[in-house]
T-cell receptor, first 118, second 112 residues
Framework: DSGVTQTPKHLITATGQRVTLRCSPR?????VYWYQQSLDQGLQFLIQ???????AKGNILERFSAQQFPDLHSELNLSSLELGDSALYFC?????????????????FGEGSRLTVL | SQQGEEDPQALSIQEGENATMNCSYK?????LQWYRQNSGRGLVHLIL?????REKHSGRLRVTLDTSKKSSSLLITASRAADTASYFC????????????FGKGTKLSVIP
């Protein structure tokens, strides 16, 4: 058990809909990362938050947004869903921010949320 | 875009044999990490090697890093059926950058 909790584990929805994925990081971790894993694209970094602020942005579509709340949990919002958005969405956390001089970069992953768009 | 590329894409070995997986990357890195993923599950961190290190061991795992060739290898010795999983290398580029870029992984099957 990594200590990172993701809900829901599975989600089936229709094209055009909007869903919210939730992540609770490990106790004490300030950074949260979102990754998308699909068969054709592999693991793609979407976005990172550190202590409530956006720290880094990857291949995140404009239809997707995220935030990190004061209690450090994070939500990933996916809207106007398309068939191609079907994937496993992972949240990961780490204690450090990624700033220069930070500590090791080990990430702790949750079990993922499997999204199926029909 | 993928930074790391694992080779081979799939590997099948007998229990007790050693398994070697390779990773190549394109840009300079701060550190390289290996993760393991059981089918449909979350990724688990195995080992991290910094750019100024050449070799690292952890239990049955041995990782090497050659920054001149921009490549790394993961050796699992005396493999077990429970080692069956996908293995990913991930690179962190800048100093302290934790935006890890993952390869597409090597799928290892260990046959009992």
């Amino acid at each position: 058990d990594s200590g990172v909790t993701q809900t829901p584990k599975h989600l089936i929805t229709a094209t055009g809909q909007r869903v919210t994925l939730r992540c609770s990081p490990r106790s004490g971790d300030l950074s949260v990362y979102w990754y998308q894993q699909s068969l054709d694209q592999g693991l793609q970094f979407l976005i990172q938050y550190y202590n409530g602020e956006e720290r880094a942005k990857g291949n995140i579509l404009e239809r997707f947004s995220a935030q990190q709340f004061p209690d450090l949990h994070s939500e990933l919002n996916l809207s106007s869903l398309e068939l191609g958005d079907s994937a496993l969405y992972f949240c990961a956390s780490s204690v450090a921010s990624g700033l220069a001089g930070g500590r090791t970069g080990e990430l702790f992953f949750g079990e993922g949320s499997r999204l199926t768009v029909l | 875009s993928q930074q790391g590329e694992e080779d081979p894409q799939a590997l099948s070995i007998q229990e007790g044999e050693n398994a070697t997986m390779n990773c190549s990357y394109k840009t300079s890195i701060n550190n390289l990490q290996w993760y393991r993923q059981n089918s449909g599950r979350g990724l688990v961190h195995l080992i991290l090697i910094r750019s100024n290190e050449r070799e690292k061991h952890s239990g049955r795992l041995r990782v090497t890093l050659d920054t001149s060739k921009k490549s790394s290898s993961l050796l699992i010795t005396a493999s077990r059926a429970a080692d069956t999983a996908s293995y990913f290398c991930a690179t962190a580029r800048g100093a302290g950058s934790y935006q890890l870029t993952f390869g597409k992984g090597t799928k290892l099957s260990v046959i009992p």
